[in-house]
C-alpha cells in the first residue's frame, strides 16, 4: 500500500513539473512571436494604473463633466506592475518578459482586477471672498493623496467659472475630479438657512439630501488644509461601529478653556461639544436613521428633524449649523465617532498654550485655521502653513519649495504661543513627503 502511495506521488510531482515547463515554454513563445504583433492594433492590451494617465472630469457651472482619456508614455519592459499583467485572452502584452514575469504578472493582475481603485468623496461649501482659500485647501488635498478624489463643490454661481478655471489649470488631474453646485436650501426656508451663521455654511446640513448617489464623505470648511492623506482620515469609516454614522473631533481638549460648556444654551455632545469643521460621513446610514430628539417622543429622520430643532433653539444658537449638529449628537451619542485632536488642529489648540498632546508626539494631520488666522498677522504659524501650499507648484521639489522654506517661516514665528511649538505644523508633513518620494520610487 505504501509503495502505490509513493508511486502515486511521484506521478502526481512529475506532473506538476510538466505544468510549469509548458507555461515557461508558453511564455517564451509568446515573447518571441511579440515584435510581429506590434503593427496589430489590438496588441498589445494595456492600461495605465497610476501617474501620467487617466480620466480627467470637467465640471460646467451644472454640474455637467465630460472625459477625456489621455495616452499613458511608453514603460519599460517589466519596471511597472502596469504592464505585469497579460489580458483575458491568455497572451502577453509585447513589453512583458515571458519567463521572468509570467507568474507575478498572473498574482498581480488578479489582485488589481479584482480590487480597482476607490474614489474618496470631499465636499467644500464655498461663498463670498473664499474661492482661493478653497482651491488652497484642494490642492493640499491633491498633493498628499494616494486614491483618486472626487470633489462635490458648493459654491454661489458667479464663483462656478473661476472654479473651473483655477482646477482645470491644476497639474495631476488623473488624481481628481470634480463637480459644482449652486447653494441650494429647502425652498420654504431657503432665506432663513442661508443667513444662519456665515453665509452658506448650513450647506453642509443637506449633503445628504443632496448627494443621493453618494455613500460616504468628507466634508471640510474652506480653512481646511490637509497635511496628510486624505485616504487616512477616510480609513476611519471602515472603523465605524455598526450605530455610528459620523465622525468629527471635539471642540476643545481643556474643559477650562471650552467654549459650549462654559456659555452654550442649548444641549451639546460630550464634555466640550463638537467641531464640525471637519465632517466624515456616511450617508446611507444617515439618510436610514431615525433620530431622538426632545421635540416629540417619536423619531425623526435627517430631513424630518432640521427645521424643528432650528425652530426651537434659534435664539440660543451662536455657532449655527455646528450647535444643530451638537444638539442631534448629544441626543443621539452612540451615532458619533470621535477622532483625535490632531485630525482638527484649530489656533485654540496653541494659543492659550499647547492643549493638543497627540499633536504633540505625532505632528498636525488636518490643518483648520479659523477665524481668518490664514489672512492676518495674529497666528502667523498658521499663515506660515498656507502660504506655503499655496505657493507651492506642482511638479516642484517637495522639500526645496514647500517644506524648507516653510519651515525657515516657522521659525520666525517663536514669538508667539503656536510658533513656540511650530515643529508640530512639520512632524507630519515631513513624513508625508518622505512617503510620496518613496512611493515614487517604487513605482506607485
Same mark, same amino acid.
Given at each position: ?14 506532473? &506538476? =513539473?510538466?505544468?510549469? $515547463? ?6 517564451? !513563445? ?9 503593427? #496589430? ?9 497610476? /501617474? ?24 519599460? *519592459? ?13 497572451? &502577453?502584452?509585447?513589453?512583458? =518578459? ?8 498572473? =498574482?498581480?493582475? /488578479? ?18 471672498? *473664499? ?77 445628504? &439630501?443632496?448627494?443621493?448617489?453618494? #455613500? !460616504? ?5 474652506? #480653512? ?7 485616504? #487616512? ?28 460648556? *462654559?456659555?452654550? +444654551?442649548?444641549?451639546?455632545? /460630550? ?23 426632545? @421635540? ?10 432640521? @427645521? ?32 483625535? =485632536?490632531?485630525?482638527?488642529? *484649530?489656533? %485654540?489648540?496653541?494659543? $492659550? ?43 516642484? %521639489? ?35 513627503? +518622505?512617503?510620496?518620494? %518613496?512611493?515614487? !520610487?517604487?513605482?506607485?
Amino acid at each position: 500500500m505504501q509503495r502505490l502511495v509513493r508511486v502515486a506521488l511521484l506521478c502526481l510531482g512529475c506532473g &506538476l =513539473c510538466s505544468l510549469l $515547463y509548458a507555461f515557461s515554454q508558453l511564455a517564451l !513563445s509568446l515573447e518571441q512571436e511579440a515584435p510581429r504583433r506590434r503593427g #496589430d492594433p489590438a496588441f498589445p492590451v494595456r492600461r495605465q494604473l497610476s /501617474g501620467g494617465g487617466g480620466w480627467k472630469a470637467v465640471a460646467g457651472s451644472a454640474g455637467r463633466r465630460e472625459q477625456q482619456q489621455q495616452q499613458p508614455p511608453p514603460l519599460e *519592459r517589466c519596471k511597472n506592475v502596469s504592464v505585469s499583467y497579460w489580458n483575458s485572452y491568455w497572451m &502577453l502584452p509585447s513589453d512583458v =518578459c515571458g519567463m521572468n514575469c509570467f507568474w507575478e504578472a498572473a =498574482c498581480r493582475y /488578479g489582485v488589481l482586477k479584482a480590487r480597482p481603485s476607490e474614489k474618496m468623496h470631499l465636499a467644500v461649501v464655498a461663498c463670498g471672498e *473664499r474661492l482661493e482659500e478653497t482651491v488652497t485647501m484642494l490642492k493640499s488635498a491633491i498633493i498628499f493623496s494616494i486614491k483618486p478624489l472626487q470633489f462635490h463643490i458648493f459654491a454661489e454661481n458667479p464663483l462656478h467659472s473661476d472654479f473651473q478655471g483655477k482646477l482645470d489649470s491644476l497639474a495631476y488631474q488623473e488624481k481628481f475630479s470634480y463637480t459644482l453646485y449652486p447653494i441650494s436650501f429647502p425652498t420654504e426656508n431657503a432665506a432663513e438657512w442661508k443667513k444662519l451663521f456665515k453665509p452658506c455654511a448650513s450647506q453642509r446640513l443637506f449633503l445628504p &439630501l443632496i448627494l443621493k448617489n453618494v #455613500d !460616504s464623505l468628507l466634508y471640510v470648511d474652506t #480653512d481646511i488644509l490637509f497635511l496628510r492623506p486624505v485616504d #487616512d482620515i477616510w480609513s476611519f469609516l471602515e472603523k465605524f461601529n455598526s450605530t455610528q454614522i459620523a465622525a468629527m473631533a471635539p471642540e476643545h481638549e481643556e474643559p477650562r478653556i471650552g467654549w459650549y460648556n *462654559r456659555f452654550a +444654551r442649548h444641549p451639546y455632545y /460630550g464634555k466640550t461639544g463638537i467641531n464640525s469643521g471637519v465632517m466624515l460621513m456616511n450617508m446611507t446610514r444617515i439618510r436610514r436613521k431615525y433620530f431622538k430628539n426632545d @421635540m416629540t417622543t417619536a423619531r425623526l429622520q435627517w430631513e424630518e428633524i432640521l @427645521m424643528p430643532l432650528l425652530k426651537k433653539y434659534k435664539l440660543n444658537i451662536t455657532w449655527g449649523d455646528q450647535d444643530l449638529l451638537n444638539i442631534i449628537f448629544f441626543h443621539n451619542p452612540e451615532s458619533l465617532f470621535v477622532f483625535p =485632536c490632531q485630525w482638527n488642529y *484649530r489656533p %485654540d489648540h496653541c494659543i $492659550y498654550g499647547s492643549n493638543c498632546q497627540r499633536a504633540e508626539k505625532e505632528g498636525i494631520f488636518i490643518l483648520h485655521g479659523n477665524r481668518g488666522v490664514y489672512h492676518d498677522d495674529k497666528q502667523p504659524a498658521f499663515r506660515a502653513v498656507y502660504e506655503a501650499i499655496k505657493n507651492y507648484s506642482f511638479g516642484d %521639489d517637495l522639500v526645496h519649495s514647500l517644506f524648507l522654506p516653510l519651515e525657515l517661516e516657522l521659525q520666525k514665528t517663536q514669538h508667539t504661543y503656536c510658533g513656540r511649538i511650530y515643529k508640530v505644523f512639520i512632524k507630519q508633513l515631513t513624513k508625508s513627503i +518622505r512617503n510620496i518620494y %518613496d512611493r515614487r !520610487s517604487k513605482g506607485r
